[in-house]
Every structure is written in C-alpha cells, then in structure tokens.
T-cell receptor, first 107, second 113 residues
Framework: GQNIDQPTEMTATEGAIVQINCTYQTSGFNGLFWYQQHAGEAPTFLSYNVLDGLEEKGRFSSFLSRSKGYSYLLLKELQMKDSASYLCAVTGTALIFGKGTTLSVSS | KAGVTQTPRYLIKTRGQQVTLSCSPISGHRSVSWYQQTPGQGLQFLFEYFSETQRNKGNFPGRFSGRQFSNSRSEMNVSTLELGDSALYLC????????????FGQGTRLTVV
C-alpha cells in the first residue's frame, strides 16, 4: 500500500521562508512530485525529484531522501500569491497524492 | 498548445442516477488519470488509462468505471450515484504516465442531491 503524510495547514508571513515536509511509505517508488493548487483551480506542477538531493527552481526548492522516505518543499521570499495548497505526490505504479498542505501567507 | 479539457464543468444529479464525465488530454499524451477531490480526503486516485487500457486502479467501488478511446480521450462513469459521490473530479494527462509531469484539467464539479 501507499501512505503519504504532510501537515494539514501552515501559516507564514510575506518575505519569510517556509518548509513543507512530506513523508511517504510506498511499494514501488519512481519519484516524487510537488504540485500547487490555488482554491478553485487545477493543480499545477512545481517540481519532480528522482534522485536524492536538492532541486532548486527560483524561489522554490525541493529535497528528496529516498532512504528516509522524506521530501520537503522550500519556499523562499514568500508572497501573498503563494497562499495555496501544496500537494506531495509519489509515483510508482500510479501517481498518488497526499492530502495537501494549505499554506496561508499574511502581510 | 491546448490544455486538458474536461466537460461538463458543473453537474447536478439525483441519487440513483448515473453520470458520464469526459476528458480530452493534451495532444500526444497517452496517459489519462482520474482523481476524486473532496475537502476531507484530498486527491484520491481512481484509475489510469494508457493506450486504451486500464493500467492502474485505486480503491473505489465498481460503480466507478472508465474507458479510453483511440484518440486518448477518456470518459469516466459513475452509476447509482450516492450523496457521497459529490466531489470535484479531476483528470490529468501525461505523455507516458509514471514519471512524467501530469497536467490537470479544470475538473467537473459533481453535486448529487
């Protein structure tokens, strides 16, 4: 079976840095995705990690440790528009999502 | 290029009825996956189709079914609707499935009354 855990909610202020953690247990693992979903909209792709280590893309970075079943998404220089749900998803036999972390950014 | 198109966007049905939702993937994408999204459960995997074959299936009852056509368009069907089937149904297309980026449609909001 597969189990993906991430915090339900997080809050932060503009300009800050926030780290959203994701732990997973899965039978069969190819890689880990992070998606962003604004309220009322479809999820959009943020990052994909296959190998251990940090992938940086602008203000967003994603880290993976396959041996620990652990990933995090790091958001720097937070902006109000970053208020959204962040979904961790693992791919093995299918793309399976965690329940998402709702991030609220305040001024 | 055109994105993933889902129709209809909104639907209201009565308990016991059946419903068919449609998803047109991005041109060239052969994998289509369906998800049910509810506030409490998040995105739950229904099934994935690849080249007209169901490749993976989630833990949903047999009332939920799907198919994929030769042009990669996909439909999902829910029979004998229950109130608990009210949800946002999202379709995602990708080139190969598995380790390739999935692009989501805007979803179909189904309300069962």
């Amino acid at each position: 079976g597969q189990n993906i855990d991430q915090p339900t909610e997080m809050t932060a202020t503009e300009g800050a840095i926030v780290q959203i953690n994701c732990t997973y247990q899965t039978s069969g693992f190819n890689g880990l995705f992070w998606y962003q979903q604004h309220a009322g909209e479809a999820p959009t792709f943020l990052s994909y990690n296959v190998l251990d280590g940090l992938e940086e893309k602008g203000r967003f970075s994603s880290f993976l440790s396959r041996s620990k079943g652990y990933s995090y998404l790091l958001l720097k220089e937070l902006q109000m528009k970053d208020s959204a749900s962040y979904l961790c998803a693992v791919t093995g036999t299918a793309l399976i999502f965690g329940k998402g972390t709702t991030l609220s950014v305040s001024s | 290029k055109a994105g993933v198109t889902q129709t209809p966007r909104y639907l209201i049905k009565t308990r016991g009825q059946q419903v068919t939702l449609s998803c047109s993937p991005i041109s060239g994408h052969r994998s289509v996956s369906w998800y049910q999204q509810t506030p409490g459960q998040g995105l739950q995997f229904l099934f994935e189709y690849f080249s007209e074959t169901q490749r993976n299936k989630g833990n949903f009852p047999g009332r939920f079914s799907g198919r994929q056509f030769s042009n990669s368009r996909s439909e999902m069907n829910v029979s004998t609707l229950e109130l608990g089937d009210s949800a946002l149904y999202l379709c995602a297309s990708s080139f190969l499935g598995d380790s390739t980026e999935a692009f989501f449609g805007q979803g179909t909001r189904l309300t069962v009354v």
